[in-house]
């Protein structure tokens, strides 16, 4: 009787950072408990629908790893030093990850490495942003991995890395986003797998970019309905030797040509039909 009851208040103590299975894994409903969970060497199971990190950015925060940064005119979470984390939804259901404001990035990792991210729903708005503001960004780091998530727009672009390596994109989705697709600088050893980019628009210039990255890979991906008027390449590659585009289906897709780079674009077993490409001086940047 007396280790039941103990075991009951030790569970009630812990209920707003809520440990389950092992010390190492928590159980998180709200934004609140998210923030305060996050660290190295931990899993975090999210058993809520949606969770508004927004709500967070004025609230006095205890947790040295995570703070709030206002990046063009809204806050942004940023998660710096970390290392062996993995944040997760259940399988098959992808709880949200929001942030409101529409020019800040939803999730910022730097400076870590073993990040893993699974299951999930991430965007922000509802207006849509302009100019600033994506939905997953990671500088100086690595061994990054996203599973089976959804990256929406509003998002000015699905992915930004800069100066990351071992990064691996797998059953994910990067769609509606009004920047662009993704932006890789100085990146090394990405793969995407499995895959799809959708109905993502361009502003400026390219859909994919990447910046002095090297062994670049694409495998079995849809890239479909992507660009408008103002979209120059689908692949924008500047300092890339070699991407791989293998096994993809690209159609449906809009732009002034596939690339600027063909000799560095390389395309095996992949499909690329039904595109419609508009002339230059269509694609110049809106006012």
């Known amino acids: ?53 927004s709500e967070m950015a004025d609230r006095v925060n205890p947790n040295k790893d995570v703070q709030f940064v206002r990046e063009y005119v809204d806050n942004e979470l940023h998660i710096s030093n970390v290392k062996n984390l993995v944040i997760r939804g259940k399988e098959g259901q992808r709880p949200m990850v929001l942030t409101e404001p529409e020019y800040g990035n939803v999730l910022v ?16 708005g509802p207006p849509r942003g302009f100019c600033s503001g994506g939905v997953l960004r990671f500088v100086n780091s690595h061994g990054i991995r ?48 499995k895959c799809s980019f959708s109905n993502n628009e361009s502003q400026v210039s390219g859909l994919i970019n990447l910046y002095d990255c090297d062994l670049v890979k694409f495998d079995g991906c849809k890239i479909e309905g992507n660009g408008n008027d103002y979209t120059r ?7 890339a030797p070699i991407v791989q585009v293998d096994g993809c289906a690209i159609s449906g897709n809009t732009y002034f040509n596939l690339t600027n780079e063909p000799t560095a674009l390389h395309l095996q077993k992949s499909s690329v039909s039904g595109n419609m490409q508009h002339d230059e001086d269509c694609c110049d940047e809106p006012h």
């Open 1 to 53: 009787m007396k280790r039941t009851a103990f075991l009951l208040f030790l569970t009630i103590s812990c209920a707003g950072h809520r440990q389950t299975g092992t010390p190492s894994v928590y159980a998180v409903s709200t934004a609140a408990e998210f923030v305060a969970a996050l660290g190295s060497d931990r899993t975090i199971e999210l058993v809520g629908n949606v969770y508004f990190l």
């Open 109 to 124: 990792f730097e400076n870590s490495s073993g990040i893993t991210l699974e299951h999930l729903s991430m965007g922000h």
């Open 146 to 193: 996203v599973r089976d998530c959804l990256l929406f727009g509003s998002g000015t672009e699905g992915i930004a890395a800069e100066k990351c390596s071992a990064i691996e994109v797998l059953n994910s989705q990067i769609e509606r986003c009004t920047y662009n697709i993704l932006t890789l600088d100085e990146c090394r050893r990405v793969l995407f797998k």
């Open 233 to 239: 390449y689908l692949f924008e590659l500047h300092g």
